[in-house]
């Protein structure tokens, strides 16, 4: 039932699937107009619009559309902030590129790999977005946002394997992720653009899910996983230690 629901709001082959991805791939473009003109809020509002077909059905169906969709929301909104925080034309001309690579090829893929990385990747956008988007917001702010994003995005991941614990494994995986903003969300430090956090996040989670996959696939060996864990402390263990904990609490 959930396959033919699918099926009729995005459809896989013919005209009409030709036409969906023709006016999906304007968004980017149109994103970056009202970006352009200083319109932030209408460039979103466009993201918004362009997901339409996710209320096409019966309104009990709505929920289910909207949580098969966070991905792909939180990707949108994610590279829409990245164009408009970008400092020069060329960075703004790469993020509306890999925007289109998202649409165009990133989010239609269905084999493990393909899905493993849209999690991946809308997490990591996502949280960078954050403090982007959300500059001077209140803590209670972040904790929310990034509790939604590792959600959904662990429960992107999840669902490829089947995982029969997949809820349990996401909300475990977004309490870390908040209880992680609200402890260092007092002592902001950023590498370049990129707030701590979200590289913890991102460097953990990146180590996580590889274990996982390829542990799925059968394909973790133990020397495998004893590099995978190593790199990953290693690389917390260098962020941790050469942070400036100096008067940073806010």
Do not use: C
Not at 12 to 41: E, N, Q, R, Y
Not at 237 to 243: K, Y
């Amino acid at each position: 039932m959930a396959n033919y629901l699918v099926a009729k709001i995005r459809p896989a082959k013919g005209f009409a699937h030709f036409f969906h991805l023709s006016i999906i791939a304007l968004v980017p473009l149109a994103a970056w107009f009202f970006i352009s003109l200083d319109l932030l809020l209408v460039a979103l509002i466009v993201l918004l619009l362009s997901k339409w077909r996710i209320f096409a059905l019966h309104p009990r169906h709505w929920i289910t559309h909207i949580r098969a969709n966070a991905i792909d929301i939180i990707a949108g909104f994610s590279f829409i902030i990245l164009i408009a925080n970008s400092g020069s034309f060329i960075f703004q001309l790469m993020w509306v590129f890999l925007y289109e690579v998202w649409i165009l090829y990133v989010k239609s893929g269905t084999s493990p790999l393909l899905t493993s990385a849209q999690a991946l990747i809308a997490q990591t956008l996502g949280l960078a977005a954050v403090f982007l988007g959300a500059k001077g917001a209140g803590l209670f702010v972040y904790v929310l946002a990034f509790w939604l994003i590792t959600y959904f995005s662990a429960r992107h991941f999840l669902a490829v394997f089947d995982e029969l614990h997949g809820s349990l494994i996401a909300s475990i995986w977004a309490f870390f992720s908040a209880s992680l903003i609200w402890v260092l969300g007092h002592w902001l430090i950023f590498f370049g653009s990129i707030a701590q956090p979200a590289l913890l996040l991102t460097v953990i989670g990146f180590s996580l899910s590889g274990l996982y996959y390829l542990d799925r696939r059968g394909r973790l060996h133990a020397a495998m996983r004893k590099q995978l864990v190593f790199i990953m402390l290693a690389v917390i263990f260098a962020v941790v230690v050469f942070s400036d904990w100096g008067d940073k609490a806010v």
